[in-house]
């Protein structure tokens, strides 16, 4: 069994940065995408970022390329969310999930109803 726990939100003024990391136990991340999702009360849970099991390829939504990275740190069995110039509506829930793949180490495809195992999230909050 994967446990997944995050870690490193907060509350942040706008054009700020944060960094949210997703440690991960129980197994190796060696076979699992690893994607940030985020989740606004009475929206529908929304993809952020996707990294492949290898962590040499990532895949981002269009609301924050440029702004954030998604980064994978093997040894440490963590993946990683640089959040730089946050903006109000960047206010959510995030939350990290696992999806078990023997797709090719390259493959970075994350859609929610796929994700295997999912943290409790961690609160981000931007405003001044």
């Known amino acids: 069994q994967l446990q997944i726990v995050e870690s490193g939100g907060g509350l942040v003024q706008p054009g700020g940065s944060l960094r949210l990391s997703c440690a991960a136990s129980?197994?190796?991340?060696?076979?699992?995408?690893i994607g940030w999702f985020r989740q606004v009360p009475g929206k529908e849970r929304e993809g952020v970022a996707c990294?492949?099991?290898?962590?040499?390829?990532?895949n981002y939504a269009d609301f924050v390329k440029g702004r954030f990275t998604i980064s994978k740190d093997n040894a440490k069995n963590t993946v990683y969310l640089q959040m730089n110039s946050l903006k109000p509506e960047d206010t959510a829930v995030y939350y990290c999930?696992?999806?078990?793949?023997?797709?090719?180490?390259?493959?970075?495809?994350?859609?929610?109803?796929?994700?295997?195992?999912w943290g409790k999230g961690t609160l981000v909050t931007v405003s001044s």
């Open positions: 999930a696992a999806e078990f793949t023997t797709y090719s180490i390259d493959y970075n495809q994350c859609q929610p109803e796929g994700m295997d195992y």
């Open positions: 129980g197994r190796s991340l060696d076979f699992y995408v």
């Open positions: 990294i492949s099991r290898g962590g040499t390829s990532t």
